[in-house]
């Protein structure tokens, strides 16, 4: 049983690490070989010069000036200068509503902390419960509301404290989604002008045996929407293409690397090995073997490209349709087009950053099997995952390590490694043991098909909550293997419930404020480090990096991952929520966590995160609905421990607490959701009324011809092919109809067309008639 002594040896360890991060950066920092790690988004931004490049040899490399060490934690006033409508010109409102997520945190935990220590602790404390009982506890535990006696009156204390914390949780909920609203709705109006405003995603368009799909989206759409059509462009299954070319890459910066080296030392001609990552295998020349490999793959793409040129079976039945206003995209993507409900479906087209070109390949009668086939298999793994946890926690602990090696018990016992283990070792072994959890769960999202990254991410978030929730915290309260705790949920009532795990919620703050410092306190100063970053970017600026260009490739500057630190976030929610009546001891390691995220991110976001998409922050309501449901799960489980403390009194009015905050959600789901759902009507005409007012003569169409194209099409790094992918951008004639039914179309198709497809055959048609 951990002691407060041990829960500050364990802090001492986690916070001497994390001042071991922030001294290690604050010096690495302002090294000049080091200034692409720390600052790549202002080199991206071009606002920042490369000080390698002026001033002494030495002083290209090393900082001697020895003034900026004496001001080496000036980043963090810094960090909170940029006022907030910069920083999102500057970095995006994805990225300031992140933050938002933390500063919502210190608001709602900061005053729960001071109530709980001003009138829960002393009420906790005084009691004598613990003293004359015959069980094992520590101070921690007196400080907990197991030290208050069964049947006390000073249960309605907790009663009285839970509706106060509830009521103050709703409060600053219902603020900030109203503040966060407000922020998208003026970002959509002030934003410039994007491709997405004026497209729509159109899905499981219907086979049509005279027609193509290119023709028969531009039919549609200049029957059902003919004032407002501009193009569309029709989606390919390019998969194979791509993974060709994306080979080639690979193998031309080989390439490179070898002839840069052969260039450094022209007497030596590099060689290489053909198996097992150059390992094994036949000794070759290595700029012949990878010249050789790189004309072989330019054969095989050119023939991808006339084959899929040539096949309609690699078009999709899907398009990108843009329309000449965003009032008339806006229609479109909010209503539906067909009298059948389960073809021409129409949604916003996400981003053209934000696309996620693999999935659009996927046919869309598959992709309920696929959801289907993800969500069992998402069940399992959450349930099975209980096994390898348990036995990691069993084994990070005193008792387990004493039974796995009993020769090292004397060395258990010694003060320092005792509290070690108890302090720290159990936090450490479980987040080691997730590591990997949040990429299996990103390929699970990818194989359901959805069609965008920031999709992908909200999908994987919302799985990696599930599983946090279950295995980590559940998992973490509940003793006993993974199957003995899926037997005792199937076989308890749905009341027992709320009490089994509320009668073992006290007993696990200790773990719970090891895991938040191990976790919170030095992984939070560990992201600001960006160690791995830091290692890649010299090894390949060493190896590969020639031009100034390769320089700015080898720069790592990432992007917030939604979908492994927002849950993350959530669980601190659900242990501060849970926490705050039963045991509030942890309430100032939590916020302690939250503020120290909200300036390292809020530093990381003006100085090195580059967002890969910005989705006008559509991921607020899921981020609600979750502490929603961490505060419904803490008025449970505290309902669960007060039935079992035999305060028949004050638990029924308990139940009044989860109705009320139900209420509450669904309030504000109806209030403020639909402003990160649909798009008004009234905004979109407002903003297309000022831009023809600014720009009268604006070519839309041109603004839009290259938006959409799949980017093994768009780019320009397949030098061999440069000529063809311009062919490929090339605006297509399609063919008048055949049918009969088609006949009224508003305005010949061979006239305007707006359909855009990189077919040959259409290109060498109009080249030679």
């Not at 500050?8 to 290690?24: E, H, K, M, P, T």
Request: charged residues 20%.
């Amino acid at each position: 049983m951990a002691t407060l002594s041990d829960i500050g040896v364990a802090a001492s360890i986690n916070i001497l690490s994390a001042l071991a991060f922030f001294l290690a950066f604050s010096v690495l920092r302002i090294q000049p070989f080091n200034d692409r790690v720390y600052f790549p988004k202002w080199y991206l931004k071009g606002l920042r010069n490369d000080p390698l490049n002026s001033g002494a040899l030495s002083q290209k490399f090393v900082n001697l000036d020895w003034r900026s060490y004496l001001s080496f934690l000036n980043w963090m006033p810094a960090a909170l200068k940029m006022p907030e409508p910069e920083l999102i010109d500057h970095a995006g409102l994805d990225s300031v509503v992140y933050l938002r997520i933390y500063w919502t945190g210190i608001k709602i935990f900061v005053p729960i902390a001071i109530g709980a220590f001003s009138i829960l602790v002393p009420v906790n404390w005084t009691n004598r419960t613990l003293e004359h009982s015959n069980l094992t506890y520590s101070t921690i535990d007196k400080l907990s509301i197991s030290n208050i006696p069964t049947g006390s009156n000073r249960f309605w204390t907790h009663l009285v404290m839970a509706y106060v914390f509830t009521l103050w949780t709703c409060y600053v909920l219902k603020q900030e989604y109203e503040i966060v609203a407000s922020m998208r709705l003026h970002f959509l109006a002030a934003e410039q002008r994007r491709p997405d405003q004026f497209t729509v995603l159109v899905r499981n368009v219907p086979p049509d045996p005279d027609e193509s799909v290119g023709q028969l989206v531009e039919h549609f759409f200049l029957v059902n929407h003919p004032e407002f059509y501009l193009s569309s462009q029709v989606v390919y299954n390019a998969n194979k293409l791509s993974g060709l070319v994306d080979d080639k890459k690979k193998r031309k910066n080989w390439l490179d690397y070898y002839q840069l080296k052969y260039t450094r030392n022209p007497s030596k001609k590099p060689t290489m090995k053909t198996r097992l990552l150059g390992l094994w295998g036949k000794k070759v020349d290595a700029i012949g073997y990878y010249t050789s490999k790189i004309e072989k793959l330019s054969e095989e793409i050119f023939a991808e490209r006339m084959k899929m040129a040539k096949d309609p079976k690699f078009i999709m039945p899907a398009a990108f349709v843009s329309f000449k206003t965003r009032w008339a995209a806006a229609v479109c993507a909010q209503t539906q087009q067909s009298r059948n409900p389960t073809v021409w479906l129409t949604e916003w087209a996400p981003e053209p950053r934000d696309v996620y070109w693999d999935n659009l390949a996927i046919p869309f009668v598959s992709l309920t099997i696929r959801r289907l086939v993800v969500s069992v298999a998402f069940f399992f793994l959450t349930f099975f995952f209980m096994i390898p946890i348990a036995l990691v926690q069993s084994l990070a602990n005193l008792e387990g390590i004493e039974k796995a090696v009993p020769f090292l018990k004397p060395v258990i016992e010694v003060k320092a490694v005792k509290a070690f283990i108890q302090g720290f070792l159990p936090g450490i072994a479980l987040k080691l043991f997730l590591i990997f959890l949040p990429s299996i769960l990103m390929l699970m999202s990818k194989f359901e098909g959805f069609s965008s990254i920031s999709k992908l991410e909200r999908r994987s978030a919302s799985r990696f909550y599930v599983f946090q929730f279950v295995n980590v915290f559940l998992g973490s309260i509940i003793a006993g293997t993974a199957f003995q705790q899926l037997n005792n949920f199937i076989h308890q009532s749905a009341d027992e419930i709320p009490k089994t795990v509320g009668v073992s919620i006290p007993m696990k703050a200790t773990f719970f404020i090891t895991y938040i410092m191990v976790d919170g306190w030095a992984g939070v100063a560990g992201e600001i480090l960006r160690l791995k970053p830091l290692v890649m970017y010299h090894l390949k600026n060493f190896f590969l990096v020639k031009t100034v260009k390769d320089r700015k490739e080898a720069m790592d500057p990432g992007s917030i991952e939604f979908y492994t630190g927002e849950p993350q976030i959530q669980l601190y929610f659900i242990l501060g929520l849970v926490y705050a009546v039963v045991s509030p001891i942890i309430l100032p390691f939590i916020i302690v966590f939250f503020g120290l995220a909200f300036l390292v991110h809020r530093h990381q976001i003006i100085n090195v995160y580059n967002q890969e998409y910005e989705s006008a922050a559509a991921f607020w309501p899921d981020v609600h609905r979750r502490i929603i449901v961490a505060l419904i799960v803490s008025q449970l489980l505290l309902l669960g421990l007060l039935s079992t403390k035999e305060a028949a009194q004050s638990t029924p009015l308990l139940i009044a607490l989860p109705v009320l905050t139900i209420c509450f959600h669904i309030f504000c789901k109806g209030r403020y959701e639909p402003a990160f759902l649909r798009y008004p009507l009234q905004e979109a005409k407002m903003k297309d009324t000022l831009e023809r007012t600014r720009e009268p003569n604006l070519n839309l169409k041109e603004y839009l011809q290259r938006a959409y194209i799949h980017p093994v099409f768009k780019n320009g790094d397949d030098s061999d092919c440069d000529a063809d992918a311009e062919e490929w951008e090339l605006k297509t004639t399609l063919v008048p109809t055949k049918r009969t039914s088609r006949k009224n179309t508003p305005v010949p198709s061979i006239k305007s067309s707006g359909s855009t497809g990189p077919l040959l055959t259409d290109v060498q048609g109009i080249a030679n008639p």
